[in-house]
Structure formats: C-alpha cells, structure tokens
C-alpha cells in the first residue's frame, strides 16, 4: 500500500540511459511523486517516459545508443564527456539522493565521480550489475560508491552479500507487473494446442544482433519443414529494425509474419507453443508467459574470445538463472547451427519430456520472483525513502 511521506521538499536526481532503465525510471518517479504529494523535485538523465513524468534530460539518451566495441572505441571521447558532463551536474543540483539505474558502463563512472567530489550524497542503484556472471570483484567495489542495490532477481542480495557488495534489495523484476498481458486467456491456450504451431522468433532487438543471427533462424525454418514440421513463424521486431529484417527474411525459404510493437508481441507469446530467442531478458518474459524455448547466442570473435575467459556461471540464460535449473537448452557461438536447433525445436513442439520439464519449471516462476503485495515500483520507492533519512556525512 502507497504511503504519503510528509516533510521538506526533496530532490532527486535519477539517471537512466535506455528505455528499460528509462521505464523503470518513470515506474519510480510516478510512486515517489506520489508518495510526497508532489513535494518532490527531479533532475537528471532519462528519455521519453521520464520526460513524461516531469523531468527535463540533461541531454538525449539517444546519444548513448552505442553497440559494439569498434562502436564504442570510436565514440568514446563523447562518452567520457558525457560521463563529466553528468557527474557535474549531480553534484551541482545537490540532491537529496542520486538514482542510477542499469547501464553500468556510463552510470557507475557517474557514480564514482560524484562519491569522489561528495561523499555526503547517498546513492541507490535500481538493477545490480551481472557480478554472479563475470568479473565478481565489481561487488566489493561497488560498496565503495553504492550505498543501497535495488535488485530485480531474487538470487541477487545473497550474490552481493556473499561478495562483500553492498546492501542488497530484492524488490521484484518488472515483468512480474505485466503478467495479465504474458498469459494465454482460454482462446489464446486453445490455439497453443492447435495446428500448425506459433514459433515465435526472437533473433534480438539491436542490429549487430540481427546481423549474426538472422541467417540461422532462416536455415532452422527450412530444416523444419524438410523433417515435415509445419510452423506459423512469427517474427517480432522493433520499428528502426524493421528493414533489416525485411530485407534479411528476402532470404528465407519459409517467410514469417512480422509484427512491431510491445502489444503485437505479447499477442504472440500468448499463442506460440514454443520460441526461437536469443538469450537475454527474453528468456524469462517467455517463462513467465509459458512458452517452452530454444535458445541461442552467436557474438563477434572478440566478444566471444571474451565471455569463454570471463563468465563463471553454468548458463548465460536468465531464465535458467532464476529457476536454477538448466530447463532450457542454450547453443552459443559455433554451436548456432540449423542441425542443432531443429531437433531441439522439434522436441518442445511436440507433446514431450522435454517439454514437459520446461512447462513444469516455468510454472515454479510466481512463487519464485513473488514480492508480495508490493509492486517493483512500491518496493523501490520504500528503500529510496528509506536512504533519503540516512545522510552519509554533514553538508
């Protein structure tokens, strides 16, 4: 239940660089203001929605929308200018609290910067960075800078106390608050069981990953249909993708139907009897809409030069993670084949173990990520009210 806090007017700067975070942004900005009755004050960096809410970016988050360590290397000067510029700003406006929230890369620099100028103001961050996947040394770090961790999966806060991170939490993924539009009603369940079956396709929502994905996706198809396996692909994209994709799926023997849009592809999820998806967060809208799944993952030689060095966890698949159990199988890199996926698909299409077994775990979830009757957003704003009555040390 919301609680009206009463007192002096306070300032929150909030710092978001992608429409996830920029949700999450504007999901804590609508609570916060309404918890204060509206004697609140934002600043900061978000985009669209936060806008929505009230606050006036620094600059466009669109400015940060780079993929690609080339990418990256190029833009870079711009990068740490803005990283400046930020952390500038921050201890500038003085605020009573400084939320950063995801995008590790650009907020944790702000971060430490603001700590190192003023220790005095308290910082939350909303979405713990992957330390119980690589480099788990950035837990301890973290304390440093980072009073407070709002994590959104429930294994987190043990990760963070075990790694001597900071406080640590659980305060629910925002998936769980969308679960009415992730699961079938009684027509949609009836089509699931009826021929030929939805495959949804998910080969990734950036362009690089379009890039390494998209010519597999379309072998698998075709490999399907030469086994006899009748399939009503359906292929959910983002609008600034959608010519990509057009112009890759020219290719396939086995054309798709595409849809854009949030709404068209909960539509899908809801009627797909199984997922071609590359991993990500993903996977687990999928779990929780219980769709069984294939997963795969093919990077650039670097990346993945990287990742068989680095990552320290027994699946890179999020829903496995929270589950803790590998249910879904994973191929990655080399093993991204057209002979490995279609029988994979093959086995959760039809009415088997293995699909069973995925069906089984996937309705473990609820009770799992379960908060409560808090919302992610309620939640987030208690702990965020909560450190605004701790100052770390006199103004």
């Not at 069973?356 to 702990?383: C, H, W, Y």
Request: charged share 25%.
């Amino acid at each position: 239940m919301a609680r009206e806090v009463m007192g002096s007017r306070r300032k929150i700067f909030l710092i978001a660089t992608e429409p996830s975070g920029d949700h999450l942004g504007a999901a804590l900005m609508k609570e916060l203001r309404h918890r204060f009755g509206g004697d609140v004050e934002f600043a900061g960096i978000g985009g669209r929605e936060m806008e929505g809410q009230g606050l006036g970016s620094l600059f466009p988050i669109g400015d940060l929308a780079i993929v690609g360590f080339a990418a990256i290397v190029q833009q870079l000067p711009m990068l740490m200018r803005r990283i400046r510029e930020a952390a500038a700003a921050v201890v500038q406006t003085k605020p009573d609290i400084l939320v950063i929230i995801d995008s590790p890369d650009f907020t944790h620099r702000v971060a430490k910067k603001v700590r190192k100028i003023d220790p005095s103001i308290p910082i939350v961050d909303y979405v713990s960075p992957t330390i119980w996947a690589w480099r788990p040394g950035r837990a301890r770090v973290m304390a440093r800078y980072v009073d407070h961790v709002l994590a959104v999966l429930p294994f987190e806060p043990e990760e963070h106390r075990k790694l001597g991170g900071p406080a640590c939490t659980y305060i629910g993924h925002p998936l769980i608050e969308r679960l009415d539009t992730l699961q079938p009603n009684a027509q949609e369940q009836q089509r699931r069981e009826t021929p030929p079956p939805v495959l949804v396709l998910l080969p990734g929502s950036r362009r690089g990953e379009i890039r390494h994905h998209m010519q597999v996706f379309g072998e698998t198809l075709a490999a399907l249909r030469e086994q006899g396996l009748a399939v009503e692909p359906v292929l959910p994209t983002l609008p600034h993708l959608l010519d990509a994709v057009n112009e890759a799926v020219a290719q396939w023997p086995v054309r798709p139907r595409i849809v854009t849009g949030e709404a068209e592809k909960q539509a899908a999820f809801r009627t797909a009897r199984a997922a071609l998806a590359k991993s990500g967060t993903v996977t687990l809208e999928l779990a929780l809409a219980g769709v069984p799944m294939v997963t795969l993952y093919r990077g650039g030689a670097i990346e993945a030069w990287i990742a068989r060095r680095v990552v320290r966890v027994s699946s890179i698949i999020l829903a496995n993670l929270v589950i803790g159990e590998n249910v879904i199988p994973e191929f990655h890199q080399e093993e991204c084949t057209a002979q490995n996926l279609a029988p994979a698909l093959q086995a959760i299409l039809n009415d088997t173990p293995q699909r069973s077994r995925q069906l089984e775990a996937f309705a473990k979830l609820d009770q799992i990520m379960n908060t409560g009757a808090l919302s992610p957003s309620e939640a987030a704003a208690d702990v965020v009210i909560e450190m605004l009555g701790k100052d770390r040390a006199p103004r």
